[in-house]
């Protein structure tokens, strides 16, 4: 039986935690196109998904010359769990209709070298990578080299009510700044100066 998902407000959105999101799919045709073409005797429509290559077909109004026909867009995804990392001032910002998240993947160390599980889990060394280990019930780290920016629509769920520990996200956000080049932020967090109002601790604390 599928599960239904009733999303949740923008107001439960919160960085650091974990949610149950839909991730549209980027590899491949990216969305079909639904075409309503009938109405049936119940109420009910009757829809197909358009699935050619270039436009589709529809019947023209004789006197607007508009179409008829409702087109909707279905953009393939598949649910799984993602880390918000987007602040919590854009988060509940009812205008601001966008969020980042990373996905997080569950790790199969079937067909996995001996030197990429040990650099994962027990040195979490790749920068792309952050191990978090059972945090989902199963091992398993964040994607941070495929950042999603999604509609906040698409997060259906909360994963869990606990935060992630800060610990990871600072080391999540110290791997983002350092796949992006942010040297400034970087260099900052290995800054051994006291700097309790710097800007750019402010700003890496609050990636």
């Known amino acids: 039986m599928f599960k239904v998902f009733q999303g949740v407000?923008?107001?439960?959105?919160?960085?650091?935690?974990?949610?149950?999101?839909?991730?549209?799919?980027?590899?491949?045709?990216?969305?079909d196109f639904l075409e309503d073409f009938s109405q049936l005797g119940?109420?009910?429509?009757?829809?197909?998904?358009?699935?050619?290559?270039?436009?589709?077909?529809?019947?023209?109004?004789?006197?607007?010359q508009e179409p008829k026909t409702e087109v909707s867009v279905i953009i393939p995804h598949?649910?799984?769990?993602?880390?918000?990392?987007?602040?919590?001032?854009?988060?509940?910002?009812?205008?601001?209709?966008?969020?980042?998240?990373?996905?997080?993947?569950?790790?199969?160390?079937?067909?996995?070298?001996k030197s990429f599980i040990e650099k994962l889990t027990i040195k979490n060394e790749y920068p792309q990578y952050h191990f978090i280990g059972e945090e989902?019930?199963?091992?398993?780290?964040?994607?941070?080299?495929?950042?999603?920016?999604?509609?906040?629509?698409?997060?259906?769920?909360?994963?869990?009510?606990?935060?992630?520990?800060?610990?990871?996200?600072?080391?999540?956000c110290n791997k983002l700044s350092s796949l992006l080049e942010i040297k400034e932020i970087s260099a900052c967090q290995d800054c051994k100066m006291k700097c309790e109002n710097c800007d750019l601790k402010k700003s890496t604390i609050n990636f």
């Open 136 to 172: 989902t019930g199963r091992e398993a780290f964040i994607n941070i080299g495929d950042i999603k920016r999604i509609h906040k629509s698409l997060l259906l769920e909360k994963f869990r009510e606990e935060e992630l520990d800060q610990d990871i996200i600072k080391e999540v």
């Open 9 to 31: 407000s923008y107001t439960e959105i919160l960085r650091g935690h974990l949610y149950w999101s839909a991730i549209p799919f980027t590899k491949g045709r990216p969305l």
């Open 78 to 113: 598949k649910v799984r769990i993602a880390l918000v990392l987007q602040n919590d001032f854009l988060n509940h910002h009812a205008s601001y209709h966008q969020v980042f998240v990373a996905p997080i993947q569950t790790l199969h160390r079937e067909g996995k070298t």
């Open 42 to 64: 119940n109420g009910e429509r009757s829809c197909k998904v358009v699935n050619k290559e270039v436009g589709f077909e529809c019947e023209i109004d004789d006197i607007t």
